[in-house]
């Protein structure tokens, strides 16, 4: 059998042809129809043939065949093209289907996503597998290829080998290599990474940047070894120095970093209003960011901001499409495109009412029908079972040098100067007992997180950047509590306080990601919040804070797989302890 070269095979086009010669019917015709027409850079109206998941014809031409054709007459609405989101890590609480037909309801139904989950808690065939798998969802999932594991990582050369980076950038719905969040290695020699680079432009794939408070030097050297684009932008001025050295900018909005307004606020200062080179993206925030919407929500700031209307969609739309080298499949409502359309009431809502992905209603007239659960087994992403468990042995906190936290995500050092030889801390201060213990239950690394909470007694976490278990706490006795019940209920996050449990947020893929719809996942997020904050968590973000003590792309001090790491230099302070 010849091997399909194209999304479509080669009876697929014939049929489609054979509906324009009105030999056969479309399976869907849009009438009297009001879009927007991406590259005359205007509303237009016409008549939209679908063949399944593919428009066949966009113009004034109506079929001649209606036999077995759904007819929805469009008037009154404005039909833009399905929104693009191009840096989802979907594994925040949720998972990559929840989140997609999440943000399908939101007129989100393309997502560019992280493989960090993929390739740090499944095997490579079950990974691949998956992907497999994804295409089969309404939204188009597309994926990212990381370079290195966000940590210091024991097995690190195994899970970011040639063989296995080299085999992720095959993988036909891989589009990019990155995000490089571990570009100083690069930068200082690192040829391992300069090679992957080199192999994902030898296969026409783009690089993503991560590039936070990036120099020109620093923005110019990587530029000239490869990156395409950068996330990282926090002002006007950063915006524009990327722009001027040719990167497709991508503008932010997240829990953790909601730039957008002012980003657009200190570009339209600096005469800034071209924005062919400019696209949006959430971050991958938590559930409860995306409310009130994903990309939709982004492309009305921009709308309030004096963004033009019509440059704001395509900064959702054709703008990521064209960057990515897909502009034959997406961004667009024109001849060829797969069936991605958002219906609005208004060109300045751009929230739909209805949505189609790949030609199927995933939102209409405001309905979503729930969509079906994968067998997540047999992706091997089953509840957590850890066969052993922690004691007051394990938890012994003699190490003179603590984390400071200064917001969400930044993490100092400071010197311990409380006596932790107790079985609880006194709670008229915000040092708070901390571990990272090994999933398989080998090693572990104690310290103490300062300015995490005043009065969080246990907590307990599978839910990390390389899904090790966090625990935190003022006592000892609801710490084990927490970590008893976090292995009770497969994984997930625990609070325990007095010897009860007082919230816990199951997370049974895995222990990082929920099997629950992404609007469950809100109510579960919003209660941790509010539980945390009348403790004394003071930040913005609990989960991002739980998912990047561990991250070594972010300052100053980090708790790893491999002990208490300086970030600036590079060095393990002190190593993690064999249990």
Not at 527 to 533: E, F, S
Request: with cysteine.
């Amino acid at each position: 059998m010849a091997e399909q070269r194209y999304r479509w095979s080669s009876e697929q086009l014939r049929e489609q042809l054979a509906i324009i010669d009105g030999k056969r019917s479309p399976t869907k015709l849009l009438t009297n129809a009001t879009y927007l027409h991406t590259y005359l850079h205007r509303w237009k109206k016409g008549n939209i043939w679908i063949d399944q998941d593919r428009i066949v014809y966009v113009g004034e031409r109506l079929p001649s065949n209606l036999e077995q054709c759904e007819v929805i007459d469009c008037s009154g609405y404005y039909l833009v093209p399905g929104y693009i989101e191009p840096h989802a890590h979907p594994f925040q609480l949720y998972n990559p289907q929840t989140f997609a037909e999440y943000a399908a309801k939101w007129g989100t139904t393309t997502i560019i996503n992280d493989n960090l989950m993929l390739i740090l808690q499944l095997s490579k065939k079950k990974a691949f597998s998956f992907l497999r798998a994804a295409e089969s969802f309404p939204v188009t999932m597309y994926w990212w290829c990381r370079f290195d594991g966000q940590t210091e990582l024991a097995n690190e050369e195994e899970k970011f080998s040639y063989a296995v980076i080299k085999e992720w950038l095959r993988q036909k719905t891989v589009v990019q290599g990155g995000e490089l969040t571990g570009w100083p290695r690069l930068l200082a020699g690192d040829d391992a990474m300069l090679y992957w680079i080199q192999e994902a432009k030898q296969m026409k794939k783009q690089i993503e940047g991560h590039f936070p408070g990036a120099s020109e030097k620093t923005l110019t050297k990587m530029m000239l070894i490869g990156a395409d684009c950068d996330h990282e932008a926090m002002t006007g001025k950063e915006v524009y120095e990327r722009l001027l050295h040719g990167y497709t900018v991508s503008l932010r909005y997240s829990s953790i970093r909601p730039d957008l307004p002012v980003l657009l606020e200190e570009m339209k200062a600096l005469g800034m209003e071209q924005y062919d080179r400019l696209i949006f993206t959430t971050d991958g925030s938590p559930p409860s960011f995306y409310e009130h919407g994903v990309i939709d929500q982004m492309i009305r700031l921009a709308i309030e901001k004096g963004v033009p209307i019509i440059d704001a969609y395509q900064m959702a739309t054709v703008n990521v499409a064209r960057h990515y080298q897909m502009e034959h499949l997406h961004g667009s409502i024109t001849t060829g495109r797969i069936a991605h359309i958002n219906f609005l009431q208004a060109p300045d809502d751009p929230t739909p009412v209805s949505v189609l992905a790949k030609g199927q209603w995933v939102k209409r007239d405001g309905y979503s029908p729930k969509g079906s659960s994968l067998d997540w087994g047999v992706y091997g992403l089953a509840p957590l079972h850890l066969t052993w468990q922690l004691s007051l042995d394990d938890l012994q906190f003699s190490m003179p040098l603590g984390m400071y936290m200064e917001n969400s995500v930044i993490m100092r050092p400071y010197s311990i100067s409380i006596d932790t030889s107790h079985d609880e801390l006194s709670t008229t201060h915000d040092e708070s007992f901390f571990m990272l213990v090994d999933r398989n239950g080998k090693w572990r690394v104690n310290t103490v997180v300062k300015g995490f909470a005043t009065h969080v007694k246990g907590l307990a976490s599978s839910y990390s950047n390389t899904g090790d278990i966090l625990v935190i706490g003022k006592s000892k006795r609801d710490m084990l509590l927490a970590f008893q019940r976090m292995n009770e209920i497969g994984g997930g996050i625990v609070l325990a306080e007095n010897g009860e449990v007082i919230h816990e947020i199951p997370l049974l893929l895995g222990g990082v990601m929920s099997t629950k719809r992404v609007e469950e996942l809100m109510m579960e997020e919003k209660q941790l919040k509010t539980i945390l904050a009348q403790r004394g968590y003071r930040f913005v973000d609990p989960v991002y804070s739980l998912l990047f003590f561990q991250s070594t792309h972010l300052p100053y001090i980090r708790i790893t797989p491999k002990g208490i790491y300086d970030v600036m230099n590079k060095t393990i302070l002190f190593p993690s302890i064999m249990r």
